[in-house]
């Protein structure tokens, strides 16, 4: 691939100058998040961690990228209605994943109870890296999909201003003009928009459910307030706070603090730690109720890492989409190698393998949100311990991608200023939303890009490992 900025990495004075100006423009631009030492307070910020350089991103893949998310769109809300798919699927896990199981059982209590919500919001965000062929070609190879709190999409929405400058002031104008605009808070907004008016009341509001430590709060907000210049009125809550204050009526309306909501955006509640009893009550409250939830529990599900390494099956996408061979092929032509770890013989022997070979592969637990996945040796001595338990089915194995890696300057809060050698990952966000059986929006909303030296195997930016970065389409 590619490395526009050789010249520019190896200029030492050219660099100190830039990052200057880089730090001060993504404050001046809101590229901002609370501190560690002060996650409750707004009084206290500093700039989200950063690439000094936008990162080159092979345009074909890009491109490629993008004309799948409609793709991946339909199948995540396909699998979400598919009862029988989720059960056959999740059916080993649930035995051995106590956070899955407990998802699992507030979907099928709902589903007996029968859905009082008829409207259906997906947010979700595919990621992908750039496998390195021997022959030195790239392909786009899916990592995961995140159906539930995809973050970075208001963040990113102001990264691409802070690098046409940082171009600029390195004398690079006209390769600052080739930069993309990009604006994800605005798509995921006109999806939740759309859901609002679709649920049809006026005075119901929409309710971000957001963490208890909230450092990446101005994140949430892009999206927020892209909501109130719509004239919609949006609420912050947690869980805590709905166990407490939260309320149904006799036709399922959600109340909160006597608010009608319309729409519940998740932000929270995809690791186990999000729950304790009230927390579970609590979700389970909004689960039954009439308003929209991003997501909904199916949803959640159909985002887990089991589900991913069903889908690579032969034959799976098109009992899923019967009739769109084109869909399938562009969704298959992205698939990684995904291997099962269920119990029996085709086990057995991936683990073998896995256990043979640590660094062919990547070790993942049903988890999201960055840094649970296992490598090269820590992912063997899992494997072998693991290896003739029940409880290896909670993890499915990947082959490992491996890019090619580019030098750049990872701007980061009291870190020195020094060349790292980093990979990158792109995400494409995806909104769809469907009123009963009918499809009304179906849309990429922008995309992505998160970089970090090649010394951290994994783990996101709230994970506090990659950087937020802007693709320059080489």
């Not at 526009?4 to 423009?25: G, I, K, L, T």
């Not at 208890?212 to 009125?233: A, G, K, P, T, Y």
């Not at 009526?249 to 608010?259: E, P, T, V, W």
């Not at 890696?405 to 200023?417: I, T």
Request: with cysteine; hydrophobic share 40%; charged share 25%.
């Amino acid at each position: 691939m590619a490395a526009p900025w050789r010249d520019v990495v190896r200029d030492a004075a050219a660099v100190r100058e830039a990052a200057a100006v880089a730090v001060d423009a993504a404050l001046l631009a809101g590229v901002l998040m609370r501190t560690g030492e002060q996650p409750h307070a707004s009084d206290v910020v500093n700039y989200a961690p950063f690439t000094l350089l936008p990162s080159a991103v092979p345009q074909d893949l890009f491109e490629q990228a993008y004309a799948v998310q409609q793709d991946f769109n339909l199948l995540v809300d396909a699998i979400s209605q598919n009862k029988e798919f989720l059960q056959q699927t999740l059916a080993s896990t649930i035995k051995v994943d106590d956070f899955t199981a407990r998802l699992f059982r507030i979907y099928t209590q709902v589903l007996e109870e029968g859905l009082a919500q008829t409207v259906f919001l997906g947010i979700n965000r595919s990621d992908y890296m750039f496998d390195c062929g021997l022959d030195g070609t790239a392909a786009l190879r899916q990592i995961e999909i995140n159906t539930i709190a995809a973050s970075f999409g208001g963040l990113t929405s102001r990264t691409a201003d802070v690098h046409r400058l940082v171009l600029k002031v390195l004398g690079k104008t006209e390769e600052a003009s080739h930069l993309l605009p990009n604006n994800p808070a605005k798509g995921l907004a006109l999806g939740i928009a759309k859901a609002w008016e679709l649920y049809g009341s006026q005075r119901a509001v929409v309710m971000f459910l957001v963490e208890e430590v909230q450092r990446n709060i101005f994140d949430q907000r892009c999206v927020e307030n892209e909501l109130w210049n719509r004239n919609i009125r949006v609420i912050r809550r947690r869980f805590r706070d709905v166990f407490e204050q939260g309320s149904l009526d006799a036709s399922r309306r959600l109340y909160m603090d006597g608010q009608e909501v319309a729409v519940v955006y998740y932000r929270e509640g995809y690791v186990p730690q999000n729950y304790d009893q009230q927390n579970w009550e609590a979700r389970l409250l909004l689960e039954r109720s009439r308003a929209v939830k991003c997501p909904d529990i199916a949803t959640q599900l159909a985002g887990t890492k089991k589900v991913q390494q069903e889908l690579s099956r032969p034959g799976t996408l098109e009992k899923l989409l019967p009739g769109r061979p084109e869909a399938i092929a562009r969704m298959r032509a992205t698939f990684a190698g995904l291997y099962s770890l269920d119990e029996g013989e085709e086990g057995d022997r991936i683990a073998a393998t896995a256990i043979a070979d640590p660094d062919r592969f990547v070790l993942k637990p049903q988890r999201e949100g960055g840094g649970n996945n296992l490598y090269g040796e820590e992912l063997r001595q899992v494997l072998e311990k693991i290896k003739d338990s029940p409880e290896r089915t909670s993890y499915i194995l990947m082959d490992k991608i491996k890019p090619q890696p580019a030098l750049n300057y990872l701007l980061r809060a009291h870190s020195p200023l020094q060349v790292s050698e980093c990979i990158s990952e792109l995400g494409i966000f995806g909104v769809y939303v469907r009123q009963g059986q009918e499809l009304v929006m179906n849309r990429a909303a922008g995309h992505l890009l998160r970089t970090k030296a090649i010394e951290h195997a994994d783990g996101g930016v709230a994970a506090g490992v990659a950087v937020l970065d802007t693709p320059y389409l080489v």
